[in-house]
């Protein structure tokens, strides 16, 4: 069974910085692509990013250039560096780990809430 747990969320003004962590449980998070999708009120869930088990990362549009994702096996924590935030980067950030290759399924985190101020 894995858990995903999320921290590193708050509030933050325009322009400012914050860095989400996921720690996972488990033992399959080293083999797995690993993801942040976030949610705003109103809307559907968003993917943002994600970074494969070879270390391949792919980002939204929207947070090019501003987001970074990676990881550490060693620690089985994913993390992303927000920086230049936007009042529109406003939402509930989710942990993903796609392990649909390995065992057919993937496991959401509780989500942490990231409020940008303008």
């Known amino acids: 069974q894995v858990q995903l747990v999320e921290s590193g969320g708050g509030l933050v003004q325009a322009g400012g910085s914050l860095r989400l962590s996921c720690a996972a449980s488990?033992?399959?998070?080293?083999?797995?692509?690993m993801g942040w999708y976030r949610q705003a009120p109103g809307k559907q869930r968003e993917w943002v990013a994600t970074?494969?088990?070879?270390?391949?990362?792919n980002y939204a549009d929207s947070v090019t250039g501003r987001f970074t994702i990676s990881r550490d096996n060693a620690k089985n924590t994913v993390y992303l560096q927000m920086n230049s935030l936007k009042p529109e980067d406003t939402a509930v950030y989710y942990c993903?780990?796609?392990?649909?290759?390995?065992?057919?399924?993937?496991?959401w985190g509780q989500g942490t809430q990231v409020t940008v101020s303008s």
């Open positions: 970074i494969t088990a070879r270390f391949t990362t």
């Open positions: 993903n780990l796609d392990s649909y290759l390995v065992i057919g399924r993937d496991y």
């Open positions: 488990g033992s399959i998070f080293s083999i797995s692509t």
